[in-house]
């Protein structure tokens, strides 16, 4: 290996431990602020989920969140019962059952998004705007060379 390989697998395994670190860290403050408003960060990433996209039935939800079907039902269960979440039947079929984020849910989603967007603008305070969007450029490119590699995607609901 060159010095200039040996530099740029350096760079890289520093990257990936930022970005491992920088993810840690968001989900610790996530985390507490969640847990004032009586909610875990799985729930978190429901409402999320259906803010982002809109109504989905729980098989699509349970593969964009990758969890076992079981432990989606006992979180919407949970969701439903504070009346964040609700379950709707299909218009035109009957036997199919939408999730949908309750007035209460868009609410505390609302909540929790700003707090998100408060904690990143206090941590690149120090970076101009230019700054800001080259790196959100960059992570997206990364982003989406990893997305061609593994051949995953978006979910269906998902539009970049």
């Known amino acids: 290996?060159?010095?200039?390989?040996?530099?740029?697998?350096?760079?890289?395994r520093d990257l990936?431990?930022?970005?491992?670190?920088?993810?840690?860290?968001?989900?610790q403050k996530t985390r507490a602020y969640l847990a004032e408003l009586g909610l875990s960060l799985p729930?978190?990433?429901v409402l999320a989920a259906l803010g982002h996209c809109g109504p989905m039935?729980?098989?699509d939800l349970q593969r964009q969140l990758c969890v076992a079907p079981s432990t989606l039902t006992g979180l919407v269960d949970g969701l439903e019962a504070?009346?964040?979440?609700?379950?709707?039947r299909g218009e035109e079929d009957r036997r199919v059952v939408?999730?949908?984020?309750?007035?209460?849910?868009?609410?505390?989603?609302?909540?929790?998004?700003?707090?998100?967007e408060s904690l990143l603008a206090r941590a690149v305070?120090?970076?101009?705007?230019?700054?800001?969007?080259?790196?959100?450029?960059?992570l997206a490119s990364?982003?989406?060379?990893?997305?061609?590699?593994?051949?995953?995607g978006r979910p269906p609901c998902c539009p970049k």
């Open 98 to 116: 939408y999730l949908r984020l309750a007035t209460a849910g868009e609410e505390q989603l609302a909540r929790v998004m700003a707090y998100k």
């Open 57 to 59: 039935i729980m098989g």
């Open 142 to 152: 990364i982003y989406e060379s990893l997305e061609e590699e593994i051949a995953v």
């Open 82 to 88: 504070a009346g964040l979440v609700q379950r709707e």
């Open 1 to 12: 290996m060159t010095l200039q390989e040996e530099d740029r697998l350096k760079e890289i």
């Open 125 to 138: 305070q120090h970076l101009d705007t230019g700054t800001v969007r080259e790196v959100k450029q960059s």
């Open 43 to 45: 729930r978190f990433w």
């Open 16 to 27: 990936e431990y930022l970005l491992r670190q920088l993810n840690y860290a968001m989900n």
